[in-house]
């Protein structure tokens, strides 16, 4: 997982005033590459099933796939992510990214991560 803190320095840089590591937490983008067996596996249900975990952390996270950046806890965006990851990537292409940034980050994508690991609860 890589941990980007560029935004802190930039801020720090800046001299916005009161800006702390503590608020630079909240905004600095924590990701988590994931890897499907297979792109058609990011379905209805998988979408829906990743809205639910989702939505249970106030962080505010995102799938992100090419040029397309979807909010994880909207099923509307989650539906557009897996049609994107089944007609427009390589037949081969079985990998995206989840983003997320606040305090509950690490955790929400600990849990996105055991759900894809776990095939998402449908086995």
Known sequence: MENRGAEFSLAQAA???GFTREHARTVTW???PIS???KHALHMRPAQRIVEVASRYRADIRAI???LDCNAKSILDMIEFAAHMVRA???DDHTFL???RGND???ALDALGELVDDRF???
């Open 121 to 123: 609860g449908l086995d």
């Open 98 to 100: 989840f983003r997320a």
């Open 36 to 38: 499907l067996k297979n």
């Open 65 to 67: 796939k090419d040029q």
């Open 30 to 32: 924590l990701e988590k």
């Open 15 to 17: 001299g916005v005033p």
């Open 89 to 91: 990537t390589a037949e």
């Open 105 to 107: 980050a690490q955790q």
